[in-house]
């Protein structure tokens, strides 16, 4: 799964599955720029990873802000030219109930869920040439094949993030680019320890009861490792995955089997 030095971007890859899957790239062959609005993230992951022997760029970019997105855009292609792969990791959760008066939250999650991912695939296909394995991999959820109280705002954005995988997969396809969708379950990451105790104390219960619950629903009784995701990652980014696009593919222990 060799990626011959294309350019990855790796958005939220500062923390979790997006800094597993900006390794694994690097260690692919692929030069790989991981973005996070986060800059302490930012900056550990870069360190972290060049540690091991892998070069990386780290450039701060807020998915909620087109110019945060079109200036990271610019500053890849003029430092290293065409852009081969994207991955669409970043992502917020949280309780966005529809009796709340507030809906803030509910704005935050689809500004950078799936507006983001709009715009950045938007100026990222500018820049990624026809017939050169142009590869967008969008990292969705179980949670955009089933629903979750209180989490509409999420459900609907990684709903969605389907939806646009499947339009843009037809809409490039003649250029040789193959567009798809990884869904994960629950995998060990912060992200996911936030979403228990945030759910555990919607249901009022502890934490420790509601992971019990979770993995109980889950059929290889564990939650996953960030790596087993960013192993599917590269595989879809590689030439050996060509004849994928327009997939949603789950990667969940058997969550779910939609």
């Known amino acids: 799964m060799q990626l011959?030095?294309?350019?990855?971007?790796v958005t939220g890859g500062g923390t979790g599955i997006g800094k597993a899957i900006g390794a694994n790239l690097a260690r692919n062959g692929a030069r790989v720029v991981i973005a996070s609005r986060n800059p302490a993230h930012l900056e550990a992951t870069k360190a972290d990873l060049e540690k091991l022997g892998l070069p990386v760029l780290g450039l701060p970019m807020d998915l909620r802000k087109k110019e945060d997105i079109q200036r990271t855009v610019a500053e890849v292609a003029a430092k290293w030219g065409a852009i081969h792969i994207l991955v669409n990791n970043a992502g917020i959760s949280g309780l966005s109930r529809t009796d709340d008066p507030d809906d803030g939250m509910w704005y935050d999650v689809l500004d950078t869920n799936l507006?983001?991912?709009?715009?950045?695939?938007?100026?990222v296909l500018k820049h990624m040439p026809n017939h050169s394995g142009g590869r967008i991999i969008n990292i969705s959820s179980v949670l955009g094949k089933f629903g979750v109280a209180g989490y509409a705002a999420y459900c609907a954005t990684k709903h969605g993030m389907i939806g646009f995988t499947r339009a843009l997969a037809l809409e490039v396809v003649d250029r040789g680019i193959t567009v798809n969708t990884v869904c994960p379950g629950w995998?060990?990451?912060e992200m996911a320890r936030r979403g228990i105790n945030e759910s555990s104390l919607n249901l009022g219960i502890t934490p420790e009861q509601f992971k019990e619950q979770a993995v109980a629903a889950v059929p290889i009784r564990r939650f996953l490792a960030p790596d087993e995701v960013a192993e599917l990652v590269c595989y879809l980014a590689s030439d050996l995955a060509k004849g994928i696009t327009g997939q949603a593919i789950n990667i969940c222990g058997g969550q779910t089997m939609l």
């Open 4 to 9: 011959g030095h294309k350019v990855a971007i």
């Open 115 to 123: 507006s983001g991912l709009y715009q950045i695939t938007k100026a």
């Open 187 to 189: 995998v060990d990451t």
